[in-house]
T-cell receptor
């Protein structure tokens, strides 16, 4: 009954490689996000998709490409990995609330990426 | 730009009360969230404030003053399991329900 799941949990790879992280949510939410948490624990938004449409694209190198095949999935593909990409990547989802309410974001368990 | 400040670390004793402050300078404020994050785990939602005042949820309460750009999270009757990082996040009136997080406050509860 996992709400937001990510695979893999750990990813160790060499510089220059291409890798993907997958995210799925079974909450029926229409918005999904990717965050990066660096070694100093700052959590920063990277991308957001609403119903498969990109709505937030922060200043992220274009080596990072999100893909949303449907509103329950948001994958992150990273090309030509660099040392500075080492971090924990969190996926999150929320439901847009039009009336007064809380569109709380729920986070996945994270993927710890280590680039050697 | 957006600026969210919270103390880096706090220590408290089991059974005591701790107050974690968060100040923010943002444009387009549209709500403030508090999340708890244990080491190596995902952030989990604790509380949400969009209007001024106090929101109470069991041992945890959160306060907001929009005119002062200030919030606090109050943890009462501290337990050892409350040792974690507490993240303050501001939602902005922008497309995509964007949250901007502070650096987090690491709370260490001692016996």
């Amino acid at each position: 009954d996992t709400a937001v799941s990510q695979t893999p949990k750990y990813l160790v790879t060499q510089m220059g490689n291409d890798k993907s992280i997958k995210c799925e949510q079974n909450l029926g939410h229409d918005t999904m996000y990717w965050y990066k948490q660096d070694s100093k624990k700052f959590l920063k938004i990277m991308f957001s998709y609403n119903n498969k449409e990109l709505i937030i694209n922060e200043t992220v190198p274009n080596r990072f490409s999100p893909k949303s095949p449907d509103k329950a999935h948001l994958n992150l593909h990273i090309n030509s990995l660099e040392l500075g990409d080492s971090a924990v990547y969190f996926c999150a989802s929320s439901q847009e609330v039009r009336t007064r309410g809380t569109d709380t974001q729920y986070f996945g368990p994270g993927t710890r990426l280590t680039v050697l | 730009g957006q600026n969210i400040d919270q103390p880096t670390e706090m220590t408290a004793t089991e059974g005591a009360i701790v107050q974690i402050n968060c100040t923010y300078q943002t444009s387009g404020f549209n709500g403030l969230f508090w999340y708890q994050q244990h080491a190596g785990e995902a952030p989990t939602f604790l509380s949400y404030n969009v209007l001024d005042g106090l929101e109470e949820k069991g041992r945890f309460s959160s306060f907001l003053s929009r005119s002062k750009g200030y919030s606090y999270l109050l943890l009462k009757e501290l337990q050892m399991k409350d040792s974690a990082s507490y993240l303050c996040a501001v939602r902005l009136k922008a497309a995509g329900n964007k949250l901007t997080f502070g650096g987090g406050t690491r709370v260490l509860v001692k016996p």
